[in-house]
């Protein structure tokens, strides 16, 4: 069972409270962590990746294990922590501003 943390604004657009679990099929990647949740909450499609290419939006960062696995590659592994659930999958609005 895969956990993910969501931003409290993608929580409340897939009116979910807390962590959300995911059982993922295949090998654990973002990817398909991102594939398992967008089918279970489609209303949160084209809100982390864009619709068309699937790449992470600009300002959405991911992060486990206190490292920030925004730019591996989306089908790279996911650390065992994250795997076996000992540790959640943190889907982060970045903040920008001057």
Do not use: N, W
């Amino acid at each position: 069972m895969i956990r993910v943390m969501l931003p409290a604004h993608l929580r409340a657009l897939a009116r979910v409270k807390g962590e959300v679990e995911l059982e993922v099929e295949g090998p654990p990647t973002q990817q398909s962590v991102l594939d398992t949740l967008e089918a279970r909450y489609p209303m949160l499609r084209g809100t982390i990746r864009d619709h068309a290419s699937h790449q992470r939006r600009p300002f959405i960062r991911f992060f486990a294990c206190e490292e920030d696995l925004s730019h591996e590659a989306p089908d790279a592994p996911l650390p065992d922590a994250v795997t076996t659930g000992a540790e959640p999958l943190m889907i982060v609005g970045a903040i920008a501003g001057g």
